[in-house]
């Protein structure tokens, strides 16, 4: 593992109980920092942060919810003494459906997670950080947002929605000591796979030049990198981790 330089910062992860968050924490926490993982999923957060060390604590927290958002930020700087970075991994993939066989109640919750969450948790701890004159946002967001996948179109449209807002509010924070990116995974194999048929992994991996899935560990790489002090100059970027899938 190459060594990473995150010592003495402290980074929220959401759905940091397992998965690509848990995967990063774990980087985080190995490259000297201290995480706080915010997780709908209670005691898997528990347990999740009490296997990382005494460098990690948990909070629950509905990031759909303004209000369970909001106590998720006092809570964390109750313990730590700022975030210095904030990474948005929480999210759901929605059903396998053409659009128009979907559920409105589904493609709301998608939204609301995935998209709507993302926002308020950076409309919370932007301005903690913006006062600190310092912080790092890495949203994860996916191949799917640059592509479309088909029988997924809620998923793709908040990914693409995820990209957007990485750019606008990369922009808005350029002057500020505050950097903001997002990574683009293609098929990265976590537990959201349960949520998936056979058919679209099947066509997910079939679209993958490399003609293999990436590792938690893989995009943990990437995104430890992007909350440190080394990224200096890229804001409002996407960087592809697509096994050669998307080259733009």
């Known amino acids: 593992m190459n060594q990473l330089d995150f010592h003495g910062r402290h980074a929220v992860v959401t759905g940091g109980a397992t998965g690509l968050g848990l995967a990063i924490a774990r980087r985080l926490v190995a490259s000297g920092g201290s995480v706080t993982l915010w997780d709908r999923d209670e005691p898997a957060a528990r347990q999740a ?67 709507n ?70 098929a990265v194999k976590t537990a959201i796979f349960d949520q998936m048929t056979p058919e679209h992994i099947q066509f997910m991996l079939s679209k993958i030049p490399m003609g293999r899935f990436g590792t938690p560990e893989e995009v943990a790489a990437l995104v430890g990198w992007l909350c440190t002090e080394d990224c200096s100059f890229s804001t409002g970027a996407v960087f592809d981790l697509s096994g050669g899938r998307s080259t733009y």
């Not at 303004?66 to 929480?90: E, M, R, Y």
């Not at 004159?133 to 793709?156: F, H, L, M, T």
């Open 117 to 186: 969450g993302l926002f308020l948790c950076c409309r919370e701890v932007v301005p903690h950080m913006r006062s600190r004159g310092y912080g790092r946002i890495v949203n994860i967001a996916s191949v799917a947002g640059k592509d479309g996948n088909p029988n997924a179109s809620a998923y793709s449209a908040s990914k693409a929605a995820v990209i957007a807002l990485t750019k606008s509010l990369g922009k808005e924070l350029a002057s500020s000591g505050v950097r903001v990116n997002c990574v683009t995974p293609a």
């Open 49 to 115: 942060a009490e296997a990382l060390g005494p460098q990690a604590g948990a909070v629950a927290v509905d990031v759909a919810e303004p209000a369970s958002v909001a106590a998720a930020v006092q809570a964390t700087l109750a313990v730590a003494t700022g975030i210095d970075a904030l990474v948005n991994s929480a999210g759901i993939t929605g059903p396998n459906t053409p659009l128009w066989d979907y559920s409105v109640q589904a493609w709301r919750q998608v939204i609301d997670v995935n998209l």
